[in-house]
């Protein structure tokens, strides 16, 4: 099965559009769109509009591989999950978000090779095909923030001097 | 082993809204094993991520929205006079940076740390609580500067 996930806040109607299309297209019948507050209403793709934590974790975890918006949550939901992921990033312009740090957000960690990314519609159809080509159980990411900041936040909260002191006996 | 006399269990209110702030906010959390931690957070439906833990729900608002600002205001000054936290830990946006705001007069430690999701500027909602926040961090090395904010790595 083939999650897509737009996040709870807005809808995200022109990802959903291209991921029905492809659907028709391709005669599929094996994908879940969770499509936030819209009345968006696909010819192929099964939807709801919202999901809680649990329920969208094992949808996920279910999942051979996930579709979304290019928003945090999803992201880190995925690499936590091992699943490959292609983003969407939503566009300020057109109303999708109030501006286009996703556009940012989606191209930094696309450099890192941590997901796949499209902005266009042509770009969308290649990412598919190479987004079903991934392993759907890959490398997970641990549930918790680095080292470094957890760290960080350790000695922060009961008052210790940062840098650390080193010890000395 | 050393026992340090500030190794007392603090009370921590970590504070975020929705969507990828609590799901970096919950990723953090690990760093304060040992004490106690009281969130609060914009939507019911997060509480069983956290099933044992103390949950506040408080209204999200946007700048432009003045009533609703004005609500989640009242609703984190509430929150900090009860709760009265040593620290008050924020991934943002809104409810964090009133909490920063507001938990300077109650003493509290603060931390912001900004979202991942800001690669190319600090968010706004972080700019806001750049002179209040004792610790303010970002999540990216290329955005840090001597005067601020810190980078001390990121969520994950």
Known sequence: MIFVTVGAQMPFDRLIEWVDAWAVAGDRSDVMAQIGPSTFQPKRVRVLPFMDPPTFRRTMMESSCVVAHAGMGTILSALELGKPILVVPRLGALSETRNDHQVATARRFRAEGLVLSAETREAFIAGMAELEAQPPDGPRIPARASDALLDRLRRFVVGEPWPPERESR | ?156
């Open chain 2, 1 to 156: 082993m050393t026992i340090h006399a500030n190794a007392r269990p603090r009370k921590i209110l970590a504070v975020s809204s929705g969507g990828g702030h609590w799901v970096q906010l919950r990723r953090v959390v690990p760093a304060f094993t040992g004490h106690r931690v009281v969130y609060v957070t914009i939507d019911p439906t997060y509480r069983k991520d956290v099933p044992d833990e103390k949950v506040y729900i408080v209204n999200d608002a946007t700048r432009w929205d003045r009533w609703g600002s004005l609500r989640l205001a009242f609703s984190i000054l509430r929150i900090l006079i009860r709760e009265r936290p040593d620290a008050i830990v924020s991934t943002g946006a809104a409810p964090g940076c009133f909490a920063i705001l507001f938990g300077r007069f109650l003493r509290a430690r603060t931390v912001w740390i900004d979202s991942i999701a800001n690669v190319e500027s600090m968010s706004l909602s972080g700019m806001m609580v750049r002179r209040h926040a004792d610790l303010w961090l970002t999540q990216w090395a290329h955005l840090a500067r001597p005067e601020g904010p810190e980078h001390a790595g990121r969520v994950f």
